[in-house]
């Protein structure tokens, strides 16, 4: 019996953990443990109960107005508990939080193995995206097994020096959550989106929150989105984020325009469902990038650089950077012209089929050869 310790502290985070956590639950010669840091609260308890998974530990690490350091330091201090206590025989950690780094680096400081789901994406910026490219290079850099979404994640890892019989390559376990929750019968809670027609409009799915895009990137965005809409009759939905800079600039851009409709963030079964009835999905996030192509929706990246070339490569993802007139253009051309649209909608996802969670599990085992 080992014992391994997943920990996580964000939606996104949650969202493809999750599904694993599932799976090693079902493992006779696994005791697995999960512990919380809740660097997201609320996001993180809908998707906590959406999949059923009940943590060990709640370390409920934030407060109003931390930095970075602040919130590395509670959890750096409140891991160190949990693992003097529990012992783990491996630690799991998930990705480009500080959540994941400081997870990572308390398993160290205890000599306890590290395993890294989602490991080897890199922009090759350490500024972009902040700060979670440096988070996910260092943690790679702890981590003693690395679950390798993509060939190129994994090459990735091993031109910086990582032994290539510690990577597995997986896939990615968003694929596996996404799996569990799309149904073509699915009744939207919100009147609003329950109200839609899908079949006959064309709809555009926006997130767009990056701390790089604050400010004059995203006022950017926002006014391509606003001509396309004025322009094309598209409809746009925007679960907008929290932050209040982010509001300040929808509000200007928008304004009140009838067919932009800016709506509270969404739970990941709806919005997951959302996703596969839009025409479009623009968005600023990473894990979108590899979400929606798994949905046959091409996917508009709204910023400079992305960590997951590969859906490029594959056609799935075009890269629109942050310039009105370009990502104007880029949404234009989808719009309109019909064999581009089918060209991306239609190719190969690159992250996998959905068998991600019993290919890591099995690397896991394998590591010790159980």
């Not at 989105?225 to 939905?237: A, N, Q, S, T």
């Not at 851009?253 to 079964?269: C, R, S």
Request: charged fraction near 25%; charge should be negative; hydrophobic fraction near 40%.
């Amino acid at each position: 019996m080992k014992k391994i310790l997943s920990i996580f502290g964000t939606r996104p985070e949650a969202i493809k953990m999750c599904p694993l956590v599932k799976g090693l639950e079902k493992e006779a010669d696994i005791e697995s443990i999960v512990c919380v840091t809740a660097q997201h609260r609320e996001m993180l308890d809908q998707v906590l109960d959406l999949f059923q998974v009940k943590p060990d530990y709640d370390l409920n690490i934030m407060l109003p107005n931390q930095t970075l350091g602040q919130i590395t330091a509670r959890i750096l201090s409140g891991i160190e508990e949990v693992l003097i206590k529990e012992k783990p025989d491996m630690v799991l950690v998930h990705g480009d939080t500080s959540t994941s780094f400081t997870s990572a680096l308390a398993a160290f400081y205890n000599q306890i193995p590290v395993g890294h789901v989602e490991a080897g994406l890199r922009s090759f910026d350490k500024m972009s995206p902040w700060p979670e490219e440096m988070n996910r290079t260092l943690t790679g850099r702890i981590a003693d097994l690395h679950f390798s979404p993509t060939v190129k994640n994994r090459n990735n890892l091993i031109s910086e020096g990582i032994k290539a019989d510690t990577i597995a390559l997986t896939g990615n376990t968003v694929i596996d959550a996404l799996k569990m929750f799309i149904d073509p019968d699915f009744k939207f809670e919100d009147s609003l989106l329950d109200s839609l027609d899908f079949e006959k409009e064309k709809i555009i799915t926006i997130t767009a929150h990056r701390r790089e895009n604050l400010g004059d990137p995203m006022r950017n965005i926002f006014r391509a989105i606003k001509r396309l809409v004025e322009d094309f009759g598209v409809r746009v939905i925007y679960p907008i984020h929290l932050n209040p800079k982010v509001r300040q600039v929808a509000d200007e851009v928008f304004g009140t325009m009838d067919k932009v409709h800016l709506i509270e963030p969404l739970t990941y079964a709806p919005f997951a469902n959302l996703m596969d009835r839009s025409y479009l999905i623009m968005t600023d996030s990473g894990g979108l990038q590899e979400e929606a192509p798994a949905l046959g929706k091409p996917v508009l990246v709204l910023r400079k650089e992305t960590e997951r070339p590969e859906a490029i490569e594959a056609g799935t993802v075009m890269l629109a950077g942050i310039d009105e007139e370009t990502i104007y253009n880029m949404a234009k051309e989808l719009i309109i012209n019909q064999e581009a649209y089918d060209q991306m909608s239609n190719a190969v996802n690159p992250y996998g089929d959905g068998t991600a969670v019993e290919k890591t599990i099995k690397a896991i085992k394998d590591y010790f050869k159980i």
